[in-house]
């Protein structure tokens, strides 16, 4: 198949890469505001380049990857479903999550599907869990643990424009969180702090926060964030029930140090960037759009899914600027 790829930033680069060595993608056809990139990917990957994201949905793709700028999302979804072509959008749908809901009215009732990016779906350990909780191995769940460390900040021009760590970083804990238990949200209470980087205090954000989740069956989720992680990129999720428990990220790479006699564990290299930590993952995420392009499968993560995983994001921002327990109803509501 041909797949057209819009934005060649570092994700959209990787996913040029990955997309590249699928034995089911053919030829590539690549946009990018800026020429470097897209002569770069073409010498790279053997691309054609075109010069619009028009002139790539003209060009006869399959379906179409969006790795542009945030505020591109919702006009280059809505122009691909409108040109009949499968699209794979990074999260988030839109800065916004009233424009997000836009976007899904939108495409209401149209037959083309749209994947947004939410890597740990595709992670082996991640899917194992699932699994895991499914069958009802763990029973009932009382206890969930979900982290997600960077090893450094993101620059200071990508907090600003970020919408706050809670709607950038913990995002993924949060959708990962309901794929996993298959619960709702319904109330959170957030806190955060600033240790670290001024640039970030500056920009009105925290870079290190906490959030209690309370699901819908009463379970307990605790998510803890942080942009300052000195020994690497650390991912995890502790699941616990009444029958059994299991964990995420507890291999040799995971970036702890123990301090117990005589441990060993872990023994690797610790993990010290995302695109480490999921490479395996982004290119299974890759392989199922292409499979969702071909018609064999539906969108493994679905607008509908990044926006609810966005509400949460609002409840806790809600929830850290004003000290109190915000329930996700309220923020729906506006």
């Given at each position: 198949?041909?797949?057209?790829?819009?934005?060649?930033?570092?994700?959209?680069?990787?996913?040029?890469?990955?997309?590249?060595?699928?034995?089911?993608?053919?030829?590539?056809?690549?946009?990018?505001?800026?020429?470097?990139?897209?002569?770069?990917?073409?010498?790279?990957?053997?691309?054609?380049?075109?010069?619009?994201?028009?002139?790539?949905?003209?060009?006869?793709?399959?379906?179409?990857?969006?790795?542009?700028?945030?505020?591109?999302?919702?006009?280059?979804?809505?122009?691909?479903?409108?040109?009949?072509?499968?699209?794979?959008?990074?999260?988030p749908?839109?800065?916004?999550?009233?424009e997000?809901?836009?976007?899904?009215?939108?495409?209401?009732?149209?037959?083309?599907?749209?994947q947004?990016?939410?890597?740990?779906?595709?992670?082996?350990?991640?899917?194992?869990?699932?699994?895991?909780?499914?069958?009802?191995?763990?029973?009932?769940?009382?206890?969930?643990?979900?982290?997600?460390?960077?090893?450094?900040?993101?620059?200071?021009?990508?907090?600003?424009?970020s919408?706050?760590?809670?709607?950038?970083?913990?995002?993924?804990?949060?959708?990962?969180?309901?794929?996993?238990?298959?619960?709702?949200?319904?109330?959170?209470?957030?806190?955060?702090?600033?240790?670290?980087?001024?640039?970030?205090?500056?920009?009105?954000?925290?870079?290190?926060?906490?959030?209690?989740?309370?699901?819908?069956?009463?379970?307990?989720?605790?998510?803890?964030?942080?942009?300052?992680?000195?020994?690497?990129?650390?991912?995890?999720?502790e699941?616990h029930?009444?029958?059994?428990?299991?964990?995420v990220?507890?291999?040799?790479?995971?970036?702890?140090?123990?301090?117990?006699?005589?441990?060993?564990?872990?023994?690797?290299?610790?993990?010290?960037?995302?695109?480490?930590?999921?490479?395996?993952?982004?290119?299974?995420?890759?392989?199922?759009?292409?499979?969702?392009?071909?018609?064999?499968?539906?969108?493994?993560?679905?607008?509908?899914?990044?926006?609810?995983?966005?509400?949460?994001?609002?409840?806790?921002?809600?929830?850290?600027?004003?000290?109190?327990?915000?329930?996700?109803?309220?923020?729906?509501?506006?």
């Open positions: 198949m041909r797949i057209g790829i819009l934005g060649l930033g570092r994700i959209g680069a990787f996913h040029a890469e990955t997309l590249a060595s699928l034995d089911a993608v053919d030829s590539l056809v690549v946009a990018d505001p800026f020429a470097d990139a897209a002569r770069s990917a073409a010498e790279r990957f053997g691309a054609e380049i075109a010069d619009s994201p028009e002139a790539v949905l003209a060009a006869g793709v399959d379906g179409v990857v969006v790795a542009a700028a945030t505020d591109a999302h919702p006009s280059l979804i809505l122009a691909a479903v409108e040109a009949g072509v499968p699209v794979f959008c990074e999260k749908v839109a800065r916004t999550m009233a997000g809901v836009e976007v899904l009215k939108a495409i209401a009732g149209r037959d083309v599907p749209v947004i990016g939410f890597n740990r779906r595709f992670d082996a350990a991640f899917v194992a869990a699932r699994a895991a909780v499914r069958r009802g191995e763990l029973g009932k769940l009382h206890t969930v643990r979900s982290t997600t460390l960077d090893p450094a900040p993101p620059p200071a021009a990508y907090i600003a424009a919408g706050g760590i809670f709607r950038d970083c913990s995002v993924h804990d949060f959708d990962v969180i309901r794929w996993v238990t298959g619960r709702e949200v319904s109330e959170v209470y957030a806190v955060g702090g600033n240790r670290g980087a001024d640039f970030i205090r500056d920009a009105g954000d925290a870079d290190t926060t906490g959030a209690i989740l309370t699901l819908d069956d009463g379970t307990i989720a605790v998510v803890s964030n942080s942009r300052h992680n000195a020994r690497g990129y650390d991912v995890r999720m699941i029930g009444f029958a059994d428990s299991i964990a990220g507890l291999e040799d790479k995971l970036p702890l140090r123990s301090v117990e006699p005589g441990a060993t564990f872990p023994a690797g290299t610790p993990h010290d960037f995302f695109m480490d930590r999921f490479a395996t993952a982004y290119r299974t995420e890759l392989t199922a759009f292409t499979e969702v392009v071909a018609g064999t499968r539906p969108s493994p993560c679905t607008i509908e899914d990044a926006l609810e995983a966005g509400w949460i994001a609002e409840a806790c921002t809600l929830s850290l600027r004003e000290h109190r327990p915000v329930t996700v109803a309220e923020v729906r509501r506006g």
